[in-house]
């Protein structure tokens, strides 16, 4: 290990130790290893930018156009845009909610109060 790598590690136990136990927790719960507090945040502007979103908001505007209906509230567009995204990436939580959306479909969900 060299220097650079000996105060790395230094700095890396001086972060953990700082801590609260909650927050070790959390680190020892994903491995202390795999761990690195020193990772560059990730750009925001990604998220809006990438071809996955690009597709994901065009995929809504088809959506609002096919129906006939204006677009949703920023809060249930963004939840329809994080959903279509995540659907796109193959994401285990968007792959559930489809396939519960499906399931449900396929039990007669009519979106009436006592739909079951």
Known sequence: MGSEDL?????K???FDGM???GQE?????????WD??????????RIFSSTSLKANALLRDFYIGQGIEEESAVTHKEMFDFCRGLLQGERRALVLYEFCHWLKQKG????PDPL
Request: proline share 9%; net charge positive.
């Open 37 to 46: 507090p020193f990772q560059e945040p990730k750009d925001p502007r990604e």
């Open 26 to 34: 959390r680190i020892l719960k994903i491995g202390y290893d795999e």
């Open 109 to 112: 969900f009519q979106n009436s």
């Open 20 to 22: 609260s136990k909650r």
């Open 13 to 15: 136990r001086a972060i």
């Open 7 to 11: 105060e790395r590690e230094e700095r």
